[in-house]
């Protein structure tokens, strides 16, 4: 059995990274996935956990009975195309060398303590992020999830029903809800805020809101060569006409705005498209500045649209409106982190977490490690082992104010 946070991690390590570019490609119900379920499943099992799938495929690791007001802590496995190695790994690892830490301490957990692993956080292969989280709390309805397709038009339904589950039984779960006291999540931090802080690990104070659209871009396939310019409906510039005004319009709202994919049919070199599909990502420290660039990136679409005879169709795919951590939690957590006379940084994130989606339901908190170079969503994402350890000597910590409060009943 391995123990302690450096072997748990580097036994996760190369489980789905991608050889050429050292990127991770754990998708959700994937050959990868597969493997870093079986993994956390044994490393649960190695620390005297007893592991549960709840019926949306989150995995559960209960220290102790399942039972009301238990602690829960965990993350996720799943990862954006190529994404890093610590961006969920690092709060499922670092809960699981908690546990250990807590039990090499001697500590007695006066209520359940679980550590949980939730499918589908980034959204990567079913468009939806923190699908999990978003069905156990009833944020999205089982019929629309059940639906959500693959580029190769696989459904959530299926791709459940293939990894053994039952997919008629997705859906919100009040009883599994009701039984989590406070959840705190563990996870790289994803900008550079802590990096000239002096501390390596900062609480969470709020999740901006964001969404994502799909934007769908339809003209007339042509011949690229003997298809004069005045006679074409090509999706193209008003696609990239949108791509450059999404750019301005978070520049002069104080949001971010992304057009990571693009999707283009027939995406051939001698042809005009027929049709550009894209999503947008964007997100915003308020609701009024994020549907203020939403609106302007949605007109300069439509706009392009018309000037070249192309129909534009825009879908909203999910958004998360802003998300406050309740402060009492908050504080108490940056005073056990850092102490009472210097309580850790308290920090907005423009990331979604499941720990913003639980927040609506159950009260939720984050631990963010320092990010040295802030690069997330990429192969470079970092955290120094020293830097880790600290993460998860806070997050044991936590746990152990938090596992050993008496229960009221
Ligand atoms: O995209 C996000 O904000 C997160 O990484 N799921
Ligand atoms: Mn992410
Ligand atoms: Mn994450």
């Known amino acids: 059995m391995s123990t ?35 993994w956390f499943a044994e490393a649960a099992a190695d620390r005297g ?13 209960w220290w102790g009975r ?6 829960v802590t965990g993350s996720h496995l799943d990862s954006v195309p190529d994404g890093g190695a610590f961006d969920g790994p690092l709060g499922v690892v670092g809960a699981l060398a908690a546990v250990e830490e807590l039990q090499r301490r001697g500590v007695r957990p006066e209520r359940p303590l679980a550590v949980v ?70 996870h790289i931090e994803q900008g550079r805020a802590l990096v000239h802080s002096g501390h390596a690990v900062g609480v969470a104070s709020a999740v901006w809101p964001h ?34 005004a999404a750019r301005a319009a978070a ?36 609701e009024a500045a994020l549907r203020a660039a939403v609106d302007a990136i949605d007109a300069a679409a439509r706009r392009g649209s018309a000037a070249h005879g192309v129909s534009l169709a825009t879908y909203q795919e999910s958004y998360t409106p802003v998300v406050t951590f309740e402060s009492g939690l908050r504080d108490r957590l940056a005073e056990i ?22 927040a609506g339901a159950v009260p939720a908190a984050m631990l963010f490690v320092r990010n040295p170079t802030g690069i997330s969503h990429a192969p470079e994402e970092y955290a120094t082992p020293a830097d880790c350890r600290a993460g998860v000597t806070a997050l044991t910590d936590v746990l152990a104010d938090l596992v050993t409060e008496k229960s009221e009943d």
Not at 31 to 36: G, H, I, L, R
Not at 53 to 59: F, K, P, Q, W
Request: aromatic share 6%; with cysteine; glycine share 12%.
């Open 117 to 186: 692993v939730f499918v589908e956080e980034e959204g990567a292969r079913f468009g939806v992020p923190c699908l999990g989280t978003r069905l156990i709390t009833g944020a999205i309805t089982p019929e629309r999830a059940a639906g959500l397709a693959d580029a190769d038009g696989i459904t959530w339904a299926a791709a459940l029903e293939r990894a053994g589950l039952d997919s008629a039984r997705i859906g919100p779960d009040p009883e599994l809800l009701g039984r989590i006291g406070v959840f705190v999540e563990l």
């Open 211 to 244: 969404g994502r659209w799909r934007m769908d871009f339809s003209g007339q396939a042509d011949h690229a060569g003997t298809t004069r310019m005045a006679d074409r409906n090509d999706p193209m510039p008003p696609f990239a006409e949108t791509v450059l």
């Open 49 to 61: 956990l007893k592991v549960e799938t709840d019926r949306n495929g989150n995995l559960w690791a």
């Open 66 to 71: 399942p039972g009301p007001k238990a602690v």
């Open 337 to 358: 982190v850092g102490g009472r006379a210097a309580p850790a940084p308290v920090l907005p994130t423009g990331a979604g977490h499941d720990a913003g989606v639980l």
């Open 251 to 286: 520049e002069e709202h104080g949001a971010v705005a992304t057009i990571g994919k693009v999707h283009v049919a027939p995406n051939g070199t001698n042809a005009v498209p027929s049709r550009v599909r894209a999503w947008l990502d964007a997100r915003a420290p308020d």
């Open 4 to 38: 302690g946070f450096d072997d748990l991690w580097n036994d996760l390590v190369p489980l789905g990274r991608h050889r050429s570019t050292g990127g991770y490609r754990r998708f959700s119900w994937g050959a990868a996935d597969a493997e870093v379920r079986a």
